[in-house]
């Protein structure tokens, strides 16, 4: 089992950047491919970002892609997003998600979810 916490939102003014960093425990991190998704108020939660169990890959929402990275540090049980150029439109709840099954955009391949942080964008 693993258990996720994140970490690092908050308010920023449009053009500015945040890094939100998602705390994982269990000793089989290193083996899940980890996600970043994110929600708005009235929409359905969205992919934003993944990386693959080595680090080796990612992959990215076509609306944050040249803006925002994936990285990952498994000795220290970690995932990072590095979000550069925010715009309001990126304002939502961020949640971090460890990988079970399927494809890396769709929220049903994640089976451990994180309880969140706030990002919000002002123009």
């Known amino acids: 089992q693993v258990q996720l916490v994140e970490s690092g939102g908050g308010l920023v003014q449009a053009g500015g950047s945040l890094r939100l960093s998602c705390a994982a425990s269990?000793?089989?991190?290193?083996?899940?491919?980890m996600g970043w998704f994110r929600q708005a108020p009235g929409k359905e939660r969205e992919f934003v970002a993944a990386?693959?169990?080595?680090?080796?890959?990612?992959y990215y929402a076509d609306s944050v892609k040249g803006r925002f990275t994936i990285s990952r540090d498994n000795a220290e049980n970690t995932v990072l997003l590095h979000m550069n150029s925010l715009k309001p439109e990126d304002t939502a709840v961020y949640y971090c998600?460890?990988?079970?099954?399927?494809?890396?955009?769709?929220?049903?391949?994640?089976?451990?979810w994180g309880q969140g942080t706030q990002v919000t964008v002002s123009s």
């Open positions: 990386i693959s169990w080595s680090g080796g890959s990612a």
């Open positions: 269990g000793r089989t991190f290193s083996t899940y491919a």
């Open positions: 998600a460890a990988h079970y099954s399927g494809s890396y955009y769709r929220v049903s391949s994640y089976n451990y």
